[in-house]
């Protein structure tokens, strides 16, 4: 993966007409919109230094998190923060919080996440089989499941990821990623979401995992 494919990665994904209720946070359309391009290029920048084996792909970005920062798995507090244990985020590293982030308290799954994954000293790169934010129509701060199509329209992304990084192993992170995954053809293991007190199964899935071999 080069810095040109990065570029030309998010410029696919910014292009993608979503429908009503799904928000493509990347759009040109939005002037803020570039600082989240920019915050993912730094992220994929990053990850392409450390040659991930492992993709995690979860549902949907959510209000609080990757739908501000335009990041997977993250909230605002990383990126107002020092750089976490992987020295990833922080503004050190240059991401930055576009304006509209102003109110948005910070979205508690990716604090989660990037707990365990320190524990375990395990690094994926981190995705959605919907990229976009899905929300209830004309409720902006809200959360919903992504549909089949929204997640069809979704699934080149992670695809691509598989083909921009040495992925050797793609992971579901809950039912909704894992019928996406499997909706394409996919057979892969499920791990419990950490959302909603889903903490430990979570660990005790990636921990599984570790031991049968599969390596970040």
Request: glycine share 10%; net charge neutral.
């Amino acid at each position: 993966m080069s810095t040109r494919s990065v570029e030309a990665f998010i410029e696919r994904l910014a292009a993608v007409a979503t429908g009503p209720g799904c928000n493509n946070f990347f759009d040109h359309a939005v002037p803020e919109n570039a600082q989240r391009r920019r915050n993912l290029e730094l992220y994929l920048g990053e990850m392409l230094e450390r040659r991930p084996r492992v993709l995690l792909v979860g549902e949907a970005p959510g209000f609080r998190g990757m739908r501000i920062t335009g990041v997977p798995f993250t909230s605002r507090t990383m990126f107002e923060g020092p750089a976490n244990s992987f020295g990833l985020f922080g503004p050190g590293k240059g991401y930055v919080l576009p304006p509209d982030a102003a109110g948005i308290p910070a979205e508690p799954t990716a604090t989660v996440m990037w707990e365990v994954l320190a524990e375990l000293d395990f690094l994926p790169v981190l995705w959605s089989a919907c990229p976009w934010h899905t929300h209830v129509p004309g409720r902006p701060l809200s959360n919903r499941t992504p549909t089949a199509a929204e997640a069809i329209l979704g699934t080149p992304f992670w695809q691509a990821l598989t083909e921009l990084f040495p992925i050797e192993t793609v992971v579901a992170v809950g039912n909704v990623a894992h019928r996406s995954l499997q909706r394409s053809g996919l057979d892969v293991p499920k791990i419990r979401h950490p959302a909603h007190g889903g903490r430990s199964g979570f660990k005790r899935g990636l921990e599984e995992l570790l031991a049968a071999g599969v390596r970040a």
